[in-house]
């Protein structure tokens, strides 16, 4: 399929020890042989065109490169760390950090084969590196709904730029039994802009709505589970704890372990004026 041109950031903003540091670690892991991907606030430029600050670079890879990454950088005088065993690790520069991403903190977009694939090329500081895709950046992005953090904005902003070329065959198997979620961002993008719903495959949409009237029209599941915890690891724990439900991210309907769970959900923010 072809794709639209990018439009790489300059990274201009950047200051010297930053890109420095970020341009050691992407030789260290080049070297290593670790295949890796940006994502985060690069990759979103690159298929926007929307820049701004961010304090981070995001790389992805498969978790079973990790420990590779991790000697290299060891080797190298860093000292990475594995933050949330389940999804994510750090490496850390003075101030500045690198987060090493192998999954989502939900657990539902794990970085498989297919990440790669179909990874875009761009340059960044003066190289060539891989892009995540869209498909796994609107994937993984269309389940942050925190009170903190919402990346509906961005999902919308994905697809108004990206939606023309898109493989929605690929990104309905993405989001597989979470087809609501990929249906809800949908619904919104043409409530952002009415101009621009034609964007969005007439097919894919009837195919979308069809699943939800078979769905409303059969009798309700017996499972008494809660699924919101796949959007915010706090918002719906009063669900869990006083209502009774089961936690969607649980093992076997979900991807985590009740021990990657609870670290999560210790990791919670504490709100303003709280201390």
Same mark, same amino acid.
């Given at each position: ?55 981070? @670079?995001? #790389? %992805? ?5 990790? +420990? $590779? ?8 005088? =860093? ?106 961002? @949908?619904? #919104? %993008? ?5 101009? +621009? $719903? ?8 009837? =195919? ?68």
């Amino acid at each position: 399929m072809l794709h639209a041109p990018l439009t790489p950031p300059s990274c201009d903003d950047l200051d010297a020890a930053t890109a420095a540091f970020y341009r050691q670690v992407l030789q260290i892991l080049d070297d290593a042989g670790v295949p890796f991907l940006v994502g985060g606030a690069y990759a979103f430029a690159c298929c926007t065109g929307i820049e701004r600050q961010t304090k981070d @670079l995001d #790389l %992805f890879l498969r978790r079973s490169h990790y +420990e $590779r990454a991790a000697q290299a950088l060891q080797a190298a005088g =860093h000292r990475p760390e594995l933050t949330y065993p389940h999804w994510l690790a750090k490496v850390r520069a003075g101030g500045e950090f690198i987060d090493l991403i192998f999954n989502s903190g939900n657990g539902i977009a794990l970085v498989d084969d297919d990440w790669f694939r179909h990874a875009l090329d761009a340059p960044l500081l003066d190289r060539p590196v891989k892009v995540a895709p869209v498909e796994e950046t609107i994937w993984s992005k269309a389940f942050i709904m925190e009170r903190e953090r919402y990346d509906g904005a961005d999902v919308a902003h994905l697809l108004h730029a990206r939606a023309t070329d898109l493989d929605w065959q690929r990104l309905l198997l993405r989001f597989g039994a979470h087809w609501r979620v990929l249906l809800s961002h @949908l619904v #919104l %993008f043409g409530f952002i802009y009415p101009d +621009e $719903r034609r964007r969005v495959p007439a097919w894919v949409m009837r =195919h979308l709505l069809d699943r939800l009237r078979a769905e409303t029209e059969a009798p309700p599941p017996q499972d008494r589970v809660c699924e919101g915890t796949l959007l915010s690891r706090q918002q719906y724990l009063s669900d869990l704890e006083a209502q009774g439900y089961r936690d969607g991210r649980a093992r076997p309907r979900g991807n985590m372990s009740e021990d990657e769970i609870a670290q999560w959900t210790r990791a919670i923010p504490e709100p303003p004026g709280s201390s």
